[in-house]
């Protein structure tokens, strides 16, 4: 897959960017409210030291404070109001409280399943949501109301997989215990006509007591047996977390939920398609992750995700041996969503759960692969690199990296101050292989047996009193050439097990490795507790090549980008007919002309100001 960045010159530089995302606006005023009376009774929770807070998919599970009302008649109750501007209109809301009290911490609600909690959005944008008061972690009273589940399963039945009379479908979720103990059956006085105008009489329906907490927010799905098939909602249903479950509030004695779709599949025509997978396993075996020999599978909604259904098989004659392909027949609703996921290995080891620029992507939480199923007979689809990481992703040999951090000043979270007489300061990161595992950092000060950290993290006074610490680090063949570190202050050099204290866990530094042509490269200073982000060229983020072109002169025209390797420069005269010239040699594993920035190494390059030239910054 090849994306670029384009820029061209005449006489001044233009920026000539693709069509920009659009994202259509929302927005919902959302009240939170829980009673934290039992903590309080508990000794657990005491005002005025312990916060309470709500995190969500509303502030991507940030923090928002609740506050009391010290007039109120209950002032246990912790309330807080939010402009949810992320969350569709309709859409489902899903959030979790949170107190800072050692014993308690993240609350573990819905039967003690940890879940979170969830609500649905006002379908118009600007409506208000109060939702009802919980109390924290459902401890306080609990609720016992009879709710209905009703799900049609016309389409299941229509596409061969559930069989009435043989089959039997359950409502199972944090009610229950996710067991199959409440099984539904066929109403057929219920009759629904779908948007083709085709009449089917095939809803399931079943009343059980619900015990949980009060105005609680149980999760729950639909499921059926012989075969253990699992529905997956639409992604509007589906409660954050990636587990794809529905909810509904339990609030009333006597509820009946709506009439679902079995996986929001409508009752519609039947496709059947020979799919063809294909994943790229090259980055993988480089790494040494995965050898020849090993299993590699698809998994997904067709498969009902079991491991081992569908093997892939390289051709050993093929130019790149290193690609695994199968062929699977598919019959499911035409245009259905069919989400799949490749694996390797016997654990087996998974696509990255991040978001996927080779194919669409479900989104948070899992980013499974997608693909709409058409009606055959073939569908090939192409070839992606398992987790979309690419050779060229990768440093292709080890590599020294200096680092220099500036430790004038510098305080750590634990509002140590940083004394160069007498504490050390380290940097930590993937690249340190920990127990030989690429990609894993060493751990941090804590725990009950301390580890020393590994020999030469430790950083190096440039001359005494300077307070600029500088090292020079291996980093080691396979590494992503954009990585996360961080510094940690080792308080009294006694330990050699610094701290993880230079910012919040999981905020660090991420530069980008951008010319390996000499195998040495020197990062931009940094300074302790700026968690720069340098600007990455890749499929996600094309923009951040930040290619310039400059006024001629002296005949030439000056040419400035953020190179890394595997991106590099191509030239067109004209746009409408022209032909791009490759400049391969500007590729960041081979040029070494430019000059340092903020945000590491600017590759520079002069071009002939003859005629008019269009420029674009390509990853193949």
Same mark, same amino acid.
């Given at each position: 897959m090849k994306f670029s960045y384009?820029?061209?010159?005449?006489?001044?530089?233009?920026? =000539? =960017?693709?069509?920009?995302?659009i994202t259509n606006a929302s927005s919902s005023i959302v009240t939170f409210s829980v009673d934290m009376s039992v903590q309080l009774g508990l000794g657990t929770f005491i005002p005025g030291t312990d916060?309470?807070?709500?995190?969500?998919?509303?502030?991507?599970?940030g923090t928002f404070v609740l506050t009391n009302n010290p007039s109120a008649s209950n002032t246990n109750i912790y309330q807080g109001t939010v402009v949810d501007t992320t969350n569709t209109?309709?859409? =489902?809301?899903?959030?979790?409280? &949170?107190?800072?009290?050692?014993?308690?911490?993240?609350?573990? $609600?819905?039967?003690?399943?940890?879940?979170?909690?969830?609500?649905?959005l006002p379908s118009n944008s600007g409506g208000s949501l109060v939702l009802p008061t919980v109390f924290f972690n459902d401890a306080g009273l609990q609720s016992t109301n009879q709710v209905t589940f009703q799900v049609d399963m016309a389409q299941r039945i229509n596409i061969g997989g559930f069989v009435p009379g043989t089959s039997t479908v359950y409502a199972r979720g944090t009610m229950n215990g996710w067991a199959e103990t409440w099984p539904l059956t066929n109403d057929p006085t219920i009759i629904t006509t779908n948007a083709l105008g085709?009449?089917? #009489?095939?809803? &399931?329906?079943?009343?059980?007591?619900?015990?949980?907490?009060?105005?609680?927010?149980?999760?729950?799905? /639909?499921a059926y047996e012989p075969g253990g098939d699992w529905e997956t909602p639409a992604v509007n249903n589906q409660v954050g977390g990636g587990d794809g479950n529905r909810s509904f509030l339990d609030t009333a004695a006597t509820q009946i939920l709506p009439i679902v779709y079995y996986s929001d599949q409508p009752y519609a025509p039947v496709a059947t398609n020979s799919v063809t997978f294909q994943v790229d396993m090259t980055a993988q075996t480089f790494l040494g992750n995965f050898t020849p020999g090993m299993s590699v599978n698809v998994l997904g909604a067709f498969?009902?995700?079991?491991?081992?259904?569908?093997?892939?098989t390289n051709n050993l004659s093929a130019a790149n041996t290193n690609i695994y392909s199968a062929v699977i027949g598919i019959t499911n609703s035409l245009n259905t969503v069919e989400t799949y996921k490749f694996t390797f290995g016997s654990g087996p080891t998974y696509e990255s759960s991040s978001p996927k620029f080779t194919t669409l992507d479900t989104g948070p939480n899992d980013y499974n692969r997608l693909f709409n199923l058409p009606n055959g007979p073939t569908l090939v689809l192409p070839v992606v690199n398992f987790s979309d990481v690419e050779i060229s992703d990768l440093l292709q %040999?080890?590599? %020294?990296v200096t680092f220099t951090v500036n430790m004038n000043g510098a305080v750590g979270t634990d509002l140590h101050v940083f004394n160069s007489a007498v504490d050390a300061v380290y940097i930590n990161g993937p690249f340190a292989n920990y127990n030989g595992q690429i990609g894993n950092w060493y751990p941090w000060l804590g725990g009950v047996n301390p580890v020393t950290a590994p #020999?030469? /993290?430790?950083?190096?006074?440039?001359? $005494? *009193?300077?307070?600029? &610490?500088?090292?020079?680090?291996?980093?080691?063949?396979?590494?992503?050439?954009?990585?996360?570190?961080? &510094?940690?202050?080792?308080?009294?050099? %006694?330990?050699?097990?610094?701290?993880?204290? !230079?910012?919040?866990?999981?905020?660090?530094?991420?530069?980008?490795?951008?010319? *390996?042509?000499?195998?040495?490269?020197?990062?931009? $200073?940094?300074?302790?507790?700026?968690?720069?982000? !340098?600007?990455?060229?890749y499929a996600l983020s094309k923009a951040s090549g930040d290619l310039t072109v400059g006024a001629p002169f002296g005949g030439v025209v000056p040419v400035a980008w953020l190179g890394r390797p595997g991106a590099h420069l191509q030239v067109n005269t004209s746009l409408a007919a022209g032909t791009w010239q490759d400049l391969g040699i500007?590729?960041?594993?081979?040029?070494?002309?430019?000059?340092?920035?903020?945000?590491?190494?600017?590759?520079?390059?002069?071009? $002939?100001?003859?005629?008019?030239?269009? /420029?674009r910054l390509v990853k193949p």
């Open positions: 384009l820029v061209k010159f005449a006489w001044c530089a233009t920026f =000539l =960017l693709g069509a920009s995302a916060q309470v807070s709500v995190h969500g998919t509303f502030n991507n599970f209109n309709g859409g =489902l809301e899903t959030y979790k409280f &949170y107190c800072t009290d050692a014993s308690l911490g993240w609350e573990n $609600p819905l039967n003690g399943s940890g879940k979170n909690r969830s609500a649905r085709l009449v089917t #009489s095939n809803v &399931y329906v079943g009343t059980y007591t619900v015990a949980t907490g009060t105005n609680s927010s149980p999760e729950f799905k /639909f498969n009902g995700w079991a491991v081992g259904s569908n093997p892939l %040999a080890d590599t %020294a #020999s030469g /993290f430790q950083m190096i006074e440039t001359s $005494p *009193t300077s307070g600029i &610490y500088t090292n020079t680090l291996i980093i080691p063949k396979g590494t992503s050439v954009d990585f996360d570190y961080k &510094y940690g202050i080792d308080i009294g050099s %006694a330990n050699q097990d610094p701290a993880d204290d !230079e910012a919040i866990s999981g905020s660090n530094h991420n530069r980008v490795v951008r010319s *390996t042509a000499t195998g040495l490269y020197s990062m931009p $200073p940094d300074t302790f507790g700026n968690q720069y982000h !340098e600007p990455y060229f500007t590729d960041g594993t081979n040029w070494t002309v430019g000059v340092v920035s903020t945000n590491g190494f600017v590759s520079k390059t002069n071009w $002939p100001a003859s005629n008019k030239a269009f /420029f």
